[in-house]
């Protein structure tokens, strides 16, 4: 890793400068007034949006533990749908909201126009509505990345409903968990999943994961490949042949701004996945935004995030941010390699992209395919390049910038969070300098700080690191874990006192920018995918076999990181390459092929303290293949565990 001590720097071209909503000047005002004065700021902010009721009170918040409460536009009322569609009506119903990229690139593009857009929404609220779904009730999204996934967000939004998004690539366990874990009353689901030429049967995974749940819960699914799926009369409703006959008018409903617009379910440290709660009016405003600001994104723009809606930043920056401002947004169902390694970058060329969003992953996978897949295609209409979801390495920022960019767009390196809502930190396009790596500054009203993370005292100054917190909220911020408001207190106001902790950690270089080193939990990110560590754990546990297990990060080219598992076996069970290749499919059976261990290697003693406690730091290291600075081990019950561990390294 580079050092930001001999890291290279961008400065913002005139061209970039000259485009750009926010220069550096301005954005130095607008950053010292939002913290100044957050009232008048977010209430001017407040105005982006359309109000059915306008708010007069802008926040309320309250980080101390125990009393941690968050409210922003406390008494307005709005519709998310209506803000995302029929504001835009008048003014741009004929133009294209949503631009739909099929997985197979023989297949048409559709372009559908925010008339269309409200037309299908309706008739899927309608859809909902005769099913029985009200304001306050939950449905669970399992889909590929249609438009029909859009249309369900919409949906839920406009009759006040409360979605959930389950990833497809989760298990019918995991799915089955999310639907129980909120109640939810109807699966909105499709037939199959085609992506990269290979087909999830979402339908039949549904079925699976519908055994677990209550009886009453229903199942809408849209014919999508059109293949035979199994039916339950009574529990599956057709959602082709319904919208078909439904209504495509349906009046949104009013909500109250801290009204819940979604849950999505997000890993953590401890414990099994939690249902962040995110609300209607600040959340809105912030994605807006963010969106705007951050992508320089201005009217006419093509804007394409390659993320899936089933994380948030498909939530944020696919949906919800680009809508409300009236955008052209990119739906792309496929994946970076099908059918060849240049996909990407002739979506970017057949739909003129001006705002291409990724994750570093994807970068790296691509960059190793070499440039001849780029250099086939047009990439001029590119104008801003945007990566997250864990920290990009220079080489891969470098090769974003000389190849993709051509060194002529600015990238927005944005960290951020499902917790978060938007982006929290980055470099605006035109205001700052550029660091390959450095997220660099904090969005309008972000006071990040960096903690001594033993004292929890905040570091002053420069060229410093610890542990990274925010100090005051904004509109964005998630409210609570759905249902368990005190392991929200816990997880995120506990540990540090007054404060909201990341789970990451940070270094403020010597110029006062920001980079993030990284999770400082057992939170790993496996190409971009967020993940338990303990999850993986409880997964690896639950087999018959095993007796124990550790699971932790280690660098991975490609990924990021991988997930390397020490695994101890119960005594009437002998290590096998069968009980191996057993436990990757139980394990992606039990959470899906996205938590798939890379590496498993028997462990006949895991290195504990005294008390019983795993070592976690020691399983690092030799994860990493780093023995020389394992740490004092003599505190450890059994310290010859450790010997063991390296020599049977797997791998080595
Ligand atoms: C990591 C994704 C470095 C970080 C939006 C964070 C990043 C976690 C970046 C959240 C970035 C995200 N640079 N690290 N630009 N963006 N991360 O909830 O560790 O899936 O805490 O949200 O990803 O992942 P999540």
């Not at 995974?205 to 677990?212: E, F, G, S, T, V």
Request: charge should be negative; charged fraction near 20%.
């Amino acid at each position: 890793m580079t050092t930001q001590n001999e890291s290279p720097v961008y400065p913002p071209s005139a061209e970039a400068i000259s485009h750009a909503h926010v220069d550096a000047a301005k954005y130095d005002q607008m950053y010292a007034a939002s913290l100044a004065d957050p009232d008048a700021f977010w209430s001017e902010q407040g105005q982006r949006i359309d109000w059915i009721k306008p708010f007069t009170q802008v926040r309320d918040v309250n980080f101390n533990f125990g009393e941690v409460s968050i409210n922003w536009y406390t008494d307005g009322a709005l519709n998310v749908s209506a803000n995302c569609i029929d504001r835009h009506l008048a003014t741009r119903g004929d133009q294209t909201a949503i631009i739909f990229e099929p997985d197979n690139p023989k297949d048409p593009a559709l372009n559908i126009t925010y008339k269309q857009l409200h037309s299908s929404v309706c008739k899927m609220s309608n859809v909902l509505a005769s099913m029985g779904v009200t304001k306050g009730d939950r449905v669970i999204i399992y889909m590929p990345m249609i438009p029909e996934a859009a249309y369900a967000m919409l949906a839920c939004a406009r009759i006040g409903a409360i979605h959930s998004i389950v990833f497809a690539g989760f298990s019918p366990d995991a799915l089955a968990a999310r639907v129980n874990g909120c109640g939810a009353k109807v699966i909105i689901t499709a037939d199959h999943a085609p992506r990269g030429g290979r087909v999830t049967p979402l339908k039949s995974n549904a079925d699976a994961a519908l055994l677990h749940c209550q009886d009453d819960v229903k199942c809408l699914v849209v014919k999508h490949t059109g293949d035979q799926t199994t039916w339950v009369d009574g529990r599956d409703y057709d959602y082709n042949a319904m919208a078909a006959d439904a209504a495509d008018s349906y009046a949104p409903a009013e909500m109250n701004a801290e009204d819940p617009l979604f849950i999505l379910y997000t890993s953590g440290s401890t414990g099994q996945p939690k249902g962040v709660v995110h609300t209607t009016g600040g959340y809105l405003v912030y994605a807006a935004m963010t969106h705007e600001i951050t992508f320089d994104y201005h009217d006419g723009d093509i804007f394409w995030c390659t993320a899936d809606v089933g994380w948030v930043t498909g939530h944020s920056y696919i949906v919800y941010g680009p809508l409300a401002n009236g955008a052209t947004t990119l739906m792309f169902e496929g994946v970076p390699t099908f059918p060849d390694a240049s996909r990407f970058w002739q979506v970017c060329e057949k739909h003129k992209v001006n705002q291409f969003y990724t994750a570093p992953t994807a970068l790296r996978a691509l960059m190793g395919q070499g440039n001849e897949w780029v250099e086939k295609c047009d990439l001029s209409s590119l104008r801003i390049l945007g990566t997250v979801g864990e920290p990009i390495n220079p080489e891969a920022w470098t090769w974003y910038n000389d190849v993709i960019g051509k060194g002529k767009c600015p990238i927005v390196d944005t960290w951020w969070q499902t917790e978060t809502g938007g982006h929290l930190m980055t470099p605006l396009p035109g205001a700052h300098a550029m660091k390959p790596g450095s997220a660099m500054k904090p969005f309008f009203g972000i006071q990040p700080v960096v903690l001594d993370p033993t004292s929890g005292v905040e570091i002053e100054g420069n060229d410093v690191d610890g542990v990274l917190c925010i100090k005051d909220s904004w509109p964005g911020q998630m409210r609570t874990i759905w249902g368990d408001h005190e392991r929200f207190q816990k997880t995120y106001f506990s540990d540090y006192k007054g404060y909201y902790f990341t789970g990451d950690g940070c270094k403020r270089d010597v110029d006062g920018d920001y980079w993030i080193t990284g999770r400082v939990d057992d939170v790993i990110n496996v190409s971009g995918h967020r993940m338990g560590t303990a999850e993986v754990e409880s997964a690896l546990v639950a087999h018959v076999a095993v007796a124990e297990a550790a699971v932790v990060g280690y660098p991975h080219d490609i990924k990021g990181q991988g997930i390397y598992c020490y695994v101890t076996l119960m005594n009437n069970a002998e290590p096998s390459d069968e009980l191996l290749k057993e436990l990757r499919t139980w394990v992606r059976t039990e959470i899906g092929p996205i938590a798939s261990p890379d590496v498993i290697q028997w462990a006949p003693g895991l290195p504990k303290t005294r008390s019983g406690k795993i070592m976690r730091r020691i399983l690092r290291k030799i994860a990493e293949n780093d023995f020389g600075s394992l740490g004092d081990t003599s505190t450890l019950a059994d310290p010859s565990v450790v010997d063991d561990l390296i020599a049977n390294r797997a791998g080595k």
